[in-house]
């Protein structure tokens, strides 16, 4: 079975710097890996996902993630964030139609 | 496309009453999820669909919870007789197909129980 563990549940960060959100996972087989942005009362939203590939993947809002398959990590970064980048982060883990969720990371934007 | 559409956004009832959420999956996608998200737990999956047929409902808490895909377009999600620790937002998503992996969530119930 697999499973996902985000290493912090809130991450604030002051608007324009760097952040990363860790998301490690565990698997007996090869997975396919995403992240996920939930913003206050709604839905769950794509950013990117790993299915094959290139280990670097770019995602929509200028995040990108790298699969990192000795470290079992799939950790989510953009190198400047704004203010609307405010909102939950989940990293999920799938080897079939089933995505199995991490807890969520709060990312909090500060001006 | 209007995306996956969730009915009511909210509900309140009483302890013991029945609970019906309601789904509209995107038009053409074969596969349908139900989520429930609590802050305890986070968003477990209660049960899937392929083609409105239950695949796996193994997360789905006790017999008080019931699913039910009649067609292509339809999914209700009933919880029967309700208590208080149902309370949650409970999420549908949908895929093109089960092996697209990317689902597409709608905007959720938040279910109160009194």
């Known amino acids: 079975a697999q499973s996902v563990t985000q290493l912090d549940s809130q991450v604030p960060v002051f608007e324009e710097a760097p952040v990363e959100l860790r998301c490690n996972y565990s698997?007996?087989?090869?997975?396919?890996l995403f992240w996920y942005v939930q913003y206050p009362n709604q839905g769950l939203q794509l950013l990117l996902k790993?299915?094959?590939?290139?280990?670097l993947v770019k995602g929509i809002n200028g995040f990108e993630a790298e699969f990192n398959k000795s470290q079992t990590s799939f950790h989510l970064r953009k190198p400047s964030v704004h203010i609307s980048d405010t909102a939950e982060y989940f990293c999920?883990?799938?080897?079939?139609?089933?995505?199995?969720f991490g807890k969520g990371t709060k990312l909090t934007v500060n001006p | 496309d209007a995306g996956v559409i969730q009915s009511p956004r909210h509900e309140v009832t009483e302890m013991g009453q029945e609970v019906t959420l309601r789904c509209k999956p995107i038009?053409?996608?074969?596969?349908l999820f139900w989520y429930r998200q609590t802050m305890m737990r986070g968003l477990e999956l209660l049960i899937y669909?392929?083609?409105?047929?239950?695949?796996?409902d193994s997360g789905m808490p006790e017999d008080r919870f019931s699913a039910k895909m009649p067609n292509a377009s339809f999914s209700t999600l009933k919880i029967q007789p309700s208590e208080p620790r149902d309370s949650a937002v409970y999420f549908c998503?949908?895929?093109?197909?089960?092996?697209?992996?990317?689902?597409?969530f709608g905007p959720g119930t938040r279910l109160t129980v009194t």
């Open positions: 999920a883990v799938s080897r079939s139609e089933k995505l199995v």
């Open positions: 038009s053409g996608h074969n596969s």
């Open positions: 790993y299915l094959s590939g290139s280990t």
């Open positions: 698997s007996s087989v090869s997975v396919y």
């Open positions: 998503a949908s895929s093109l197909s089960w092996r697209d992996y990317e689902q597409y």
């Open positions: 669909f392929n083609n409105n047929v239950p695949i796996d």
